[in-house]
């Protein structure tokens, strides 16, 4: 991050990630989850990820490939998953200009014998990114249009999702921020009627900080959360947070060795220590 500049302008789905993670990722409450990487001798990376849910003894997996040729910029994606759907995805990158990238792909449900398309396009540069995905699901097609343009460390972006068969517009969504070197300000509107804000501060390399908020218009719910990542060395982390519901949630992450990492999660409920609805997840990262 910059104090003046973001190179180059995020994404409107990346506004307000640094956040969202500090919140969401590795805790995996009522989950145990094994995440395996490796390269094959020809290149191709391999990601494993399975999901085993405690209280409902589901099991949910996925294998997916990819393969980059470094020369032409250009990246095939392959992707099954337990539900038996197949799903592919080619893109090229700067193709005619810097900053430009064209990717299509395909999703087929093995099962059910459904299909689906998309079409994306993007141009990312210094000052703006934007985003133009066409995609098909027989018998209905939408189109999904997003952007954000940067100045000075201010980012204000904008999405909007529009149904072709019945023409109306499904998703508008608009996003105003600031990003400064440690210091990360979000705040996010969508169909006028749902609002959230984010802080993200990175107090120091080893601690960072947020708080989160998000109020639905017609609901007397308002949702507020503050989080915390503490990096004890480079082998130990521990996060935590605490939301207006009493939730508590806690979590641990070591590096057992090389390539090998434990994530423990557990979310405590404030309000009934006794018989209160706890969950714990533990997940296991292994990359070789």
């Excluded at 500049?5 to 789905?13: D, K, L, N, R, Y």
């Excluded at 989850?33 to 990376?45: E, Q, R, V, W, Y």
């Excluded at 018998?139 to 909007?160: H, K, M």
């Excluded at 996060?239 to 557990?266: H, M, P, Y």
Aim: with cysteine.
């Amino acid at each position: 991050m910059s104090e003046e500049q973001i190179t180059p302008t995020p994404a409107f789905s990346d506004l307000g990630k640094h956040c969202r993670s500090l919140f969401e990722k590795y805790y995996s409450f009522g989950l145990l989850n094994l995440k395996a990487k490796t390269m094959s001798p020809l290149g191709i990376d391999f990601k494993m990820d399975g999901i085993y849910d405690i209280s409902s003894k589901k099991v949910d997996a996925s294998l997916e490939s990819l393969y980059v040729i470094p020369e032409w910029k250009v990246s095939f994606v392959e992707k099954w998953c337990s539900d038996n759907t197949l799903s592919t995805d080619v893109g090229i990158q700067d193709l005619f200009l810097k900053g430009i990238f064209l990717g299509t792909g395909s999703k087929f449900s093995m099962d059910t014998g459904s299909k689906s398309f998309f079409f994306r396009s993007g141009y990312k540069m210094n000052v703006g990114n934007v985003d133009l995905d066409f995609n098909i699901e027989p018998p209905s097609y939408n189109v999904r249009l997003s952007s954000v343009a940067s100045f000075l460390g201010w980012l204000v972006g904008g999405r909007l999702i529009a149904d072709f068969p019945s023409r109306k517009l499904i998703l508008s969504s608009f996003s105003l921020g600031y990003y400064n070197e440690g210091f990360i300000l979000h705040s996010n509107v969508t169909n006028s009627r749902e609002f959230s804000a984010s802080i993200f501060h990175q107090i120091s390399c080893k601690l960072d900080t947020g708080i989160r908020m998000s109020w639905t218009m017609g609901s007397n719910l308002t949702q507020l959360g503050l989080g915390a990542v503490y990096r004890l060395d480079d082998s130990t982390t521990f996060r935590g947070k605490v939301d207006n519901q009493n939730f508590i949630g806690l979590g641990f992450s070591q590096k057992l060795s090389t390539g090998v990492v434990i994530n423990f999660g557990a979310c405590l409920d404030g309000k009934n220590f006794t018989h209160g609805q706890h969950q714990i997840g533990l997940g296991i990262e292994m990359e070789a």
